[in-house]
């Protein structure tokens, strides 16, 4: 058996399991989940450095890819034990990379507490936002769930997915290897990746470079599960407000196709001259936003399919 020959179908395997156990599961224990295990050697390297940057440069190279080495060398394993065990493996690597039903179940938890509990609104809000959520009105607070749910769609689920898928083409053990790598680098971003933090400079960098691709993807997704493609286009006008050049892209492709306002106080203003979100658009967002999500996996496993039956049904590694 070869390693070179993409093991299509063990991968669309792999991501319908993955599916399947994001539905029904939700997160693993954080003492159990290998993404806290992951950050917490990040921790170690969040602290003052002579060279902060350089440092930054250095774990983001060495962390993402020592992460991936590790999920290649188990899957390559469970391969050689038996093939199901390799796809469990990937499907189990794949679903730890994902972040998608805790944040999703925080956004609606926001969305329905919004209008006749605001203070627990705002209370649940540092879970899916960094913002100061104090001053927030209740049209406000439901604008940053929805922002969250689309800016996670990209790189909470459509990032790894499509590096899952990607490296599908190459083998199994490449297709969970580079979606632990895509984890990582966001798992990185998300704790070092600010202006005030030097060392975060090399991992700020490496995601806005990683997320290119799955931002744009993510935009057209939300387009397409809205059934209004003139979204896609609509929200290039304002894809560019926020700072970032990749989470304006899925934020504003929400906003145009649920024609709302998305507003962070001090940041930006996706489509000013419409109205921030109540609750039932709200509440559309977040469903939007599965909807995409579920056309998400249904490519990435649609795609691996495809490789299993160009290639003989890809029973190989």
Sequence with gaps: MSLLVPAGLFAAVAVVAAGVADALVGEPPTRLHPVAWFGRAVGAVDRAWRRPRLVGLLAVIALPLGAAGMVGAAVTLGWLLHPAAAALVAAA????????????????????????????????????????????????????????????????????????????????????????????????????????????????????????????????????????????????????????????????????ALDCRLHKPGGYDLFPDRSLPDTETATDGVALVDRAGGLAFLLAAGWCGLLAGRLGGGAWL
């Design 93 to 256: 690597t794949l679903f730890v990379s994902l972040s998608r039903r805790m944040l999703r179940e925080e956004a609606v938890a926001v969305v329905d507490a919004s209008d006749d509990d605001l203070a627990a609104a705002r209370e649940r809000l540092p879970a899916l936002v960094g913002r100061d959520p104090s001053a927030l009105d209740a049209g406000e607070a439901r604008s940053a769930a929805v922002e969250s749910a689309a800016e996670n769609l990209a790189d909470g689920l459509v990032a790894p997915l499509l590096a899952f898928a990607v490296g599908a083409a190459v083998s199994l053990p490449a297709a969970a290897a580079l979606a632990a790598w895509v984890k990582g680098v966001n798992t990185m971003d998300s704790m070092l990746g600010y202006r005030d933090e030097p060392t975060g400079w090399a991992p700020a960098r490496l995601d806005d470079a990683v997320m290119f691709v799955p931002a744009r993807l993510s935009a057209a997704l939300l387009a397409v599960a809205a059934g209004r493609p003139g979204a896609l286009l609509a929200a290039r006008r304002d894809a560019r407000s926020p700072p970032s050049p990749n989470s304006g892209w899925p934020m504003a492709a929400a906003a145009a």
